[in-house]
């Protein structure tokens, strides 16, 4: 049986951990070689060895996504070294600062936008610029439920993922004559050394965060990456411009 995505290069961001390790775990079980990219070297290449221990191809690079600089360099590796990039999942993302609106700090309101936002069209706009050249490729960048629907609480961090859907939808119009398909994915409550952390704030945040899903359970990382190398692959050819709820219809609701 041959991969979703075999033969493809893919490159995922924010891969040390979580979601991003799943999905690039999951492209690479798929078929792809895979550019694992972190800020943080040490679970960036526990990443990288869970790959290769289970017979995958991959490397590592040390992002930071907010840095324009290292994300040229990023994306210029990953085609020195494995000739080409046909997928591109933008996944690295913080919560950034919870507390009424009022409350915010204009470093830790920055520090998000920088990180979550920024850094996608940092992402993007160097992607791009390689895939408009091979006419071909697709992009899956990581919004939220918290990109659709009011998050209270944490205003940075769901103006941060309404603005990736904004991002998404226009570059997805201009580069469909392009070959290039661009989507984002919008996770419920996953259960990710990110969301433990916001739960072991209180029981109270906790109860509110498992409340949030209709499904009657958190969901899985795994869950989320079957979406990403779904929307990665030829499958989705005619998929452009869409923003996927994986979120066991906490929207819906
Ligand atoms: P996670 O477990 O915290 O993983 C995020 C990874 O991104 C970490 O390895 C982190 O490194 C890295 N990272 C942070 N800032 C970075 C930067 N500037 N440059 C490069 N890498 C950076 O989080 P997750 O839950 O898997 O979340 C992944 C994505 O899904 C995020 O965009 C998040 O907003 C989104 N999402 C998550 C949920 C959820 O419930 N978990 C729901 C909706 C959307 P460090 O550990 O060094 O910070």
Not at 16 to 25: L, M, N, T
Not at 79 to 98: K, M, T
Not at 222 to 241: I, N
């Amino acid at each position: 049986m041959v991969g979703m995505v075999h033969g493809k290069v893919a490159l995922v961001t924010g891969a040390g951990s979580g979601i991003g390790r799943k999905s690039a775990e999951l492209l690479a079980q798929e078929g792809a070689r895979v550019l694992v990219c972190d800020l943080d070297e040490q679970s960036g290449q526990q990443t990288l060895r869970r790959i290769r221990d289970a017979g995958g191809e991959a490397d590592f690079w040390r992002v930071d996504v907010a840095q324009e600089s290292e994300v040229e360099t990023m994306v210029a590796h990953c085609v020195e070294h494995f000739g080409r990039l046909d997928c591109a999942v933008n996944n690295a993302g913080i919560s950034g600062p919870s507390g009424g609106l009022e409350t915010i700090e204009l470093p830790d309101w920055n520090r998000v936008l920088a990180v979550n936002l920024t850094g996608v069209f940092l992402c993007m706009k160097h992607e791009l610029l390689r895939m408009r050249e091979q006419k071909a490729g697709s992009i899956v960048n990581m919004s939220s439920g918290a990109g659709l629907i009011a998050t209270p609480g944490l205003a940075p961090y769901s103006a941060s993922k309404h603005g990736v859907l904004g991002i998404t939808r226009a570059a997805a119009v201009e580069n469909a004559r392009q070959g290039i398909r661009i989507n984002a994915v919008c996770p419920g409550s996953i259960d990710t050394p990110m969301l433990r952390a916001a739960m072991d704030t209180d029981s109270a945040v906790e109860k509110m965060i498992r409340a949030s899903m209709p499904i009657g359970r958190l969901g899985e990382a795994e869950e989320v990456a079957e979406a990403v190398v779904w929307l990665c692959s030829d499958r989705a050819s005619l998929v452009t411009g869409h923003s996927m709820g994986v979120d066991g219809a906490s929207v819906a609701r």
